[in-house]
């Protein structure tokens, strides 16, 4: 009984422990700085969590997040580490914006699930590409992942400046608009769209397929030790190609909601970072789905108090950017404390 | 002087230069951290952490290479600080280097504040064109000490890795660290040297950003030259005079873009703009294969298990 | 659909049924304290880059810091915003949290879909966005729009880099061919041809607006192919002007005044001067008067101006300079006056057929005037 007590409070501990180091570094760092610290965490709890207005400014920067993270958490499962989160956020934003004009008299659920399809569809290709290119070619699937992200911004400047330009949007090149009726409205009684609800969807969903199938068992079992997976008949190849379009499609329903949540266009503001986000927010929940709710919501906060910090205190933007990277740091340093911490409790009570 | 087409020539020649010196910093730093067995995906934020040090302290100092001696030693501290962390135990070297990325750039930006708007003074340059009576050539040709430098860092690097103890040391500790412990060696310590000394030139090429070409400190001024470091040093295969070559070729493949737009041949720039990245990814393609592990490639390399 | 949410947010800014209301806000007591605590008008200002470019942001920073001084005004900024759902959070955070009656999303792209999406649930607020694309009848009463014909600095700006060219070459470092950075171009030809018809505006195109190194290869490719007075449109022009100094050519600056970057080859330059136009705002606020939906002006209005010229521009090319300057400063320039062709040849504007200033005709700017290299297709 007190062992699983233990098992269970280990990671709450380790993570209470690296919040708590990590706050005292920032307060620091601010504190050289100039500014008081305690001001400092008193306004940013304010502008992430302290009224309901700051919770949905956290939420509605949390939803994006938790797909992106799901482009590099579900292939890490097979030990495959993806950055190309942005790609695909790219590539199915733009994509479900393609579909959408190409129905312009369809009802607006037709549209909008054709949209979703199309979305993640593309995005599911398009991290396909670096799976299949890391099974049939062994080249690193990191760095192709990476490099396609450049590739489709690119892809998405060429196209929505000529073909798919709308002459209307004159000084801003887009897409053509969806229409208004097409648009995915909010969440009844908030300000919230409904982004958030498919991103808890998907991280859901994401963990009860790696965690209570065959599938996700299997996988873990690729993940562990790929000859072994192959002398127990499993289809690496297989496995592979489908995680990758799985966690492409997290990414491309991503791209595909801020198009028609958000802008009703495809354009360039589609490469808003949100695939580096998801990137630290996967390996900070460690590639859990589940964990990656919390985490998601957590950095949607540091990022929601950018603004106050910037207003009440001065302080440049730069400032959360620092405060990520000592959060990050310092929870990943932490992986290390895993395991040794419940030996250490063991011995004592011994 | 009319050069027409000729200039995109030169503008490729010289950017192959201009554009290339800090590819070659960074690589070469990439290159020395991965042959020792890690990876430091962190080098954007050391690059850009090089380049705000180093403006800031030629501004101060009036000496803009004391500028680039500090970036250098600002890009070892956050090295350093990157393969410490690593150096315990289950801690992903991947994972932490985004953070560093992070962490770089952001303590950059913070404390590069004041120095957007002082205009620091820039390093020299040398001409090596002055045999030629076209000035389009002289200005390609007209270079700064650091390419120099880095081309001769680039030689000494792969000779030292070659022939020396420290050199088989850092390669050992790369390809097995269970041998490198049966050794003797100091697995951790020498991981933690190399991902410094790798911190130290890649802080180098950020201060050539900042203080020669394009000189200026801005927020947007690096566009991931840094990021690329790791796609370059498996494009050179782990060799510091290939990473010579690469960077060079990536230089050109940059410069392509606004010359061609300044001849005349205008549609497609996003796509001419790319072209960098879809060179090293068809590269990658063509030459990996799963039947073979790559030349020179270091086995404890997480990017290549 | 949002009825109802709307008719909340109309009673919580109306401020009678405002306690009631703020309390599904939670902290009452602080946001009390933020709304209404003085008289002071609270104006907030959003940059989508950071407020020290040496360029488009900085411009609007000094404008902003021009007003935080007065001392019946609290203003108050954020840098960095992109252009997505975060700007709209940024808007209803300082008016829910700061209190602003006037917020300025100085950004181009925050105008659609953004603004238009918060304003009307802030009918009380005051939105003006620096662009020009307010419509009547088709956007929300409390939005505005506020724009500068900064193409008439750039015209004069012309007018000097064209004296002052050896080779009659000039050229011209853009982010994007979009009607704003168009109208620069054709302006910047129109004015050098104006008094040299045989110039030519040699363009290239970066694709986006913040990108240095790229920014400097095209101006050394620039050089390269002959040109020796160059200007750019990108967010900030510090690295143009300083590759042109250092390649020993002529530059006129973009923005801001950037003569300490090139005292030797800095001629003249095109600035805002947004200062103006805010404390114009801060005082109408101030005096309760309505907020204008359109401010729009140049030279004469004095939202833009002319960096002062460098010692070295001779005294002809002021001269003509200057003649164009009086004549935009009393309101009787026409640029874009037929007949006009683009690089291609087709007759743009028909002899005898004249487009002020203020045509909506020039917004929608597709093409480019004869005489310059280049092409608008990406």
Redesign the interface.
Known sequence: MPQTLNKALEPFLIIVGSLTVSMVLFGIFVAS?GADPFEVYQTMYRAAFGTSFSWQNTLVRAAPLMLTALCTALPGYL?L?I?GGEGAVVMGGLFAAIVALTMPTAPPIVVLTTMALAGMIAGGVWLMIGGA?R??????E???S???N??A???L??LV?STFRDPESLNHPSTHHIGEANMIGVIPGTDLHWGLVFGIVACVIAWFLMHHTVFGFASQIAGGNVRAAQVAGLPVGRLILIICCAAGAAGGLAGMLEVAAIHGRANDTLNANYG?AG??VA?VARNNPLAIIPVAVLLGGIRASSGLLQRTHEL???????????I??VI??S??L?GRFSRLQKQGAS | ????WW?VL??VL??AI??GTPFLFVSLGECLTEKSGRINLGLE?TLVMGAMTGYAVSLHSGSPWLGVLCAGLAGMVLGALHSW?CS?????D???G???M?????????LG?PY??P?APRLPSIDLGAWSDIP?LQ??LQINALFLVGIVVAVVLGWMLKNTAWGLKVRVVGESADAARALGLPVDRIRILSTAQGGFLAGIGGSY?SLY????W????S??QG?MA??LV?FARWQPIGCLWVSLLWGGA??L???L????V??????F??IP??M??AM??IT???KRTLVGVPREL???? | MSESRKLTRRQVLQGTAAAGALGMLGNVEWIGQAWGASDKVKMGFIFV??R???GYNQAHFEGKAAVAKLDWVKAFDEE?VPETIEVQKTMESMVKLDGAQVLFPTSFGYFDPHIIKVAPLFPNIQFLHCGGLYQEGKHPKNVGSYFGFIDESQYIAGIVAGGMSKSGKLGFVAAKPIPQVLRNINNYTLGARSIRPNCTT??????DW?????????T???????IDVITCHV??P??VI??AE??GIYCTGYHCNQS??APKGYLTGAEWNWAKVYMDYADMIRKGQTVPHLVRGGLKEGIVKVSDYNQVVTDAVRKQADAAKDKFMGGGMVVYKGPIKDNAGRVVIAAGKEHVQTDIWLESMDWLVEGV???T??
């Open positions: 700085a030990g580490i950055i290119l099974h049939y070619r062994a080249v690193n990191t760095i192709s990476l490099l396609l450049y590739i911004i690119a892809l400047n060429h400046t580096y990137i630290l390996f440049p933007d730069a400032t959360v950017l620092v405060m990520q990277g000592i990050f740091l990943l340093f992986e290390t895993y | 002087m009319e050069v027409g200039g030169i503008a010289g950017g201009r554009i934020g962390i315990f135990q289950r801690v992903n991947i994972a932490v985004i953070a560093m992070l962490f770089g750039t952001g303590l950059a930006f913070f504040k957007i708007q205009s389009q200005a390609a950003l070409y394009p000189f200026n801005s927020e947007g001024l566009s991931g990021l790791v796609a498996i940059a410069a873009g606004p010359s737009q300044s001849v005349g205008t549609g497609g720039y996003y796509i703009n790319a990245y879809i090293t990814l990658m393609i990996c294969s799963p997480t990017v290549t298990r | 880059g950071p020290d470019d040496y960095k040699n363009v290239i195109f970066t694709g913040s990108l240095p190194v790229r920014e400097a290869e095209a050394n490719s620039l050089v390269d192919q002959g967010d900030s510090k690295v300083t590759t250092k390649r300490k970057l290299i280049g092409s297709k990406s």
